[in-house]
Nanobody
């Protein structure tokens, strides 16, 4: 089992920045995939950014490229999402997710992940 705890959400004005953190604990003995997802009211959950902790490889949704940055600190088993130039349409509940053994497909597909945090709310006002 893997436990994920997000933090860092909040309310900001458009153009502002936030940094989300996701701390992983539990049975983790090797590199694994982690991703950030978001879900706005009435919308499906969508992938925002993803990474593999064994490399520097990352993947971003087109809507956040150039504004969001995903990174990881393996010593802390923590993944971060730095969000800059925030827009009102970025408002959503943000979730981190992890999977220990990737089974193929896009890293931004939520169906590929086994473990989920409870989410942290991000609200961007205009």
């Amino acid at each position: 089992q893997v436990q994920l705890v997000e933090s860092g959400g909040g309310s900001v004005q458009a153009g502002g920045s936030l940094r989300l953190s996701c701390a992983a604990s539990g049975y983790i003995d090797s590199a694994f995939n982690m991703g950030w997802f978001r879900q706005a009211p009435g919308k499906e959950r969508e992938g925002v950014a993803a990474t593999y902790t064994g490399t520097i490889n990352t993947l971003y949704a087109d809507s956040v490229k150039g504004r969001f940055t995903i990174s990881h600190d393996n010593a802390k088993n923590t993944v971060y999402l730095q969000m800059n130039s925030l827009k009102p349409e970025d408002t959503a509940m943000y979730y981190c997710a992890a999977v220990l053994l990737w089974d193929g497909g896009s890293w931004l597909d939520p169906d590929g992940y086994s473990y989920w945090g409870e989410g942290t709310q991000v609200t961007v006002s205009s």
